[in-house]
Structure formats: C-alpha cells, structure tokens
C-alpha cells in the first residue's frame, strides 16, 4: 500500500477558497496519475479532478469547471486542489487517489482505482 494523507479541508463560506494537499509516501510507484473523488451524506463517490503524472493532461467533472484546478509536484509527490468560488453543494468528503490508468478511465473506475486516502471534510455553509 502506498499511504495518500490528505490535508487541508474546513469550513468555509460560500463563494470563499480551500486549497486541498495531497502527499504520497513510503513507496514510490511509476507514473500514476493523481486526483480527487469526494462523497457527501446519501450519496455516492463522485470524481472531482484528476491530473497526469507530467502534468500535461487534466480531467474535470463539469460540476467544478472553472472553479476548481489540480495540480501536481512530483519532487514532493503530492498533488493539490484548489477550490475556488465554493457553494454549499461541494460540502463533501474529499479523497484523494492515484493509480497508474489513465485519468480518462477514472470516472469508471471510481472506487476500482488502487490508492486512496482517508479523506478530509470540506463544509460550504451559506
């Protein structure tokens, strides 16, 4: 298993900003992509953001276009999420993953992918 802790989740109001940390350790492992899935109460995982491991492609769902953006530094292994323009409806769980498929598998793959972390709790209060 390679442990992912994430940090960086709170409370916030709406239209405010979180930027959310994800770190790798123990174990490196070959060009995984990394991302974001979150879950809110009743419903089910849904993907967030995923990033390639150069970079260079980047996947969002719809519902955090434009809003969100992910980003990565391989030196630190660890990937990002800032979150901007916050509304009550991203208040969620938010877990991050890594896997070597492709971020345009993700979707599908939902809970199949092989590393997760423990999850952080972001609360949009309007």
């Known amino acids: 298993q390679v442990p992912l802790v994430e940090s960086g989740g709170g409370l916030v109001q709406a239209g405010g900003s979180l930027r959310l940390s994800c770190a790798a350790s123990?174990?490196?492992?070959?060009?995984?992509?990394m991302g974001w899935f979150r879950q809110a109460p009743g419903k089910e995982r849904e993907f967030v953001a995923a990033?390639?491991?150069?970079?260079?492609?980047?996947w969002y769902a719809d519902s955090v276009k434009g809003r969100f953006t992910i980003s990565r530094d391989n030196a630190k292994n660890t990937v990002y999420l800032l979150m901007n323009s916050l509304k009550p409806e991203d208040t969620a769980v938010y877990y991050c993953a890594a896997d070597p498929a492709d971020g345009s598998l993700w979707v599908q793959l939902n809970h199949a992918l092989r590393y997760w972390g423990q999850g952080t709790q972001v609360t949009v209060s309007s």
């Open positions: 990033i390639s491991w150069s970079g260079g492609r980047i």
């Open positions: 123990g174990r490196t492992f070959s060009s995984p992509a």
